[in-house]
């Protein structure tokens, strides 16, 4: 890396610790294949937003080492240090669930149900048995228990 280049990586990061405004600051130098700012000091690579969480809130406490985005804009490089907080591996996921970040439902890619043959399965379980909604569904006894009792696809 130049001289050169260095310098503004630096001078980029010093003045997104320093900026208090509420808009998203996006890494514009290296990323991991996730998409989180990385940065080299010495022969260590460090994610950006967890440099600039711990600048602005110190270290992370005992059991909350994760860098949370209120802003679930993380994995596109925001570095802003207000939507910056530390939480444990419970709040992390919370979070990427609420920003819409996890792939559930129909979104897995290895879903084979759709959200509406979830709902006719539920509108059917008042009037056929599960053995039933499985064979007619293609689905297992099991997974059609689990889709009525709402262990999946609750949120339907």
Known sequence: ??????????????D??????????????AKV?????????????????RVVCEAAHGPPPDGRPFAIHSCGKGEIGCITKKHLRWGSRADNAKDAKDH???ARGERNGFSRLKEDDVRAILAASTNLTRRQISDKFGISYSHAGSIIRGDRWGWL
């Open 16 to 29: 997104a610790i320093a900026y208090e405004g509420n808009d998203c600051l996006f890494w514009p130098f």
């Open 33 to 49: 294949s996730a998409g989180y700012g990385q940065i080299k000091w010495g022969r260590k690579r460090h994610l950006t937003h």
């Open 1 to 14: 890396m130049s001289r050169r280049s260095h310098n503004e990586l630096q001078s980029f990061l010093a």
């Open 100 to 102: 819409g970040d996890v």
